[in-house]
């Protein structure tokens, strides 16, 4: 099979006819990981090339931009670059920007020959209606903001639905990808961030607006949250989400149980990125627990978040040796 086979097979939860899906999901790698690979002999390369120089599939993931490259900058990280409604009129210049993803669109234009002959899967990203608004507001102001001006924080939600899905319209004309992802981390290790009930006031009404669109297109629904996502995963379904990404063991999520709880539900990472550090055996125990859920389908496994720099490139080696082994597995004893 393709790449691009395989990752449609599994995100129709049918198995492939040799093994899963082979990728690190955050295609951006990290870059001190980089810098740390190449000091243990990984040769100069552009990131795209980095995954299939590993033994990984290729796989391009396009994250449209929501504001302009002048745009102001908070003055220190997770601080906000407006306030209120005053503050929000003053940057609308800088949001929303018409032709900010020509680029992107133009590479999409290159890659779709290769893409459509089943080469690789391509996905795209938004910013959440989580997401986005916290960028505005800043990190603290921004949970307030559900409280304090609610009526702003619908605008801006009808804003940023009416500009994606204008969007997207340019995608779809290129080619499908085969699933996108809402950037959102609206979960910490004890849970979500937000309520059900802030969640069913401000974020369905524009999850109901876009998700729709994107699935009549043929492509899959997935959110990217860090944290536990176990318990807002239910809440997810209701506005019409399909997966969930990067599902961290660290922050105490059990991909075993969310699978016996959602067995409709896409995942995607889970493999603990911890055990990296420590040893062969460490990351054959993870994969030995993966391996249940791998033969369920609707799973690639991938690491839980960035592969740390800690993790020796030899490491790394063996976890693409075993990446492959037990998603041959998954297929052969499922």
């Not at 903001?145 to 995608?171: G, N, V």
């Not at 020796?312 to 998603?327: A, I, Q, S, T």
Request: net charge negative; aromatic share 14%.
């Amino acid at each position: 099979m393709t790449n691009r086979d395989r990752f449609r097979a599994v995100l129709s939860f049918e198995m492939p006819d040799d093994r899963l899906p082979m990728i690190e999901w955050a295609s951006w790698w990290w870059d001190r990981t980089i810098v740390e690979w190449q000091k243990q002999g990984l040769p100069q390369m552009t990131f795209h090339e980095v995954a299939p120089y590993l033994g990984l599939d290729q796989h391009y993931q396009f994250w449209l931009p929501h504001k302009t490259a002048d745009c102001p900058v908070p003055a220190y990280n997770g601080g906000p670059i407006m306030e209120g409604e005053e503050g929000y009129e003053k940057i609308l210049p800088f949001l929303y920007p018409e032709h900010g993803a020509d680029g992107q669109l133009e590479m999409m234009r290159q890659l779709k020959p290769r893409h459509d002959a089943g080469e690789f899967p391509v996905w795209f990203s938004l910013d959440g209606g989580f997401w986005f608004p916290r960028t505005l507001f800043g990190i603290e102001p921004h949970l307030y903001s559900f409280y304090d001006e609610p009526e702003l924080y619908h605008r801006i939600l009808d804003d940023l639905a009416e500009y994606q899905l204008k969007q997207m319209e340019k995608i779809y004309e290129i080619l499908t990808p085969e699933f996108m992802t809402f950037g959102e981390d609206m979960s910490y290790n004890n849970g979500p961030m937000i309520s059900e009930d802030s969640f069913d006031e401000f974020l369905l009404p524009y999850y109901n607006k876009v998700v729709p669109y994107i699935k009549e297109h043929g492509t899959k629904v997935i959110i990217d949250s860090d944290g536990d996502v176990s318990r807002m995963i239910p809440w997810l379904k209701r506005a019409g989400i399909e997966g969930v990404l990067p599902l961290e063991r660290k922050a105490g999520v059990d991909v075993a149980a969310l699978r016996e709880a959602h067995p409709d539900f896409l995942f995607i990472g889970a493999f603990d990125k911890m055990t990296m550090r420590q040893s062969r055996d460490a990351m054959r125990g993870e994969f030995e627990r993966l391996l249940p859920v791998m033969k369920t389908g609707g799973f690639i496994p991938s690491v839980d978040h960035q592969t740390p720099p800690d993790c020796p490139l030899e490491r790394y080696h063996e976890y693409v040796d075993m990446l492959r082994e037990y998603g041959e597995r998954a297929v052969r004893e499922k």
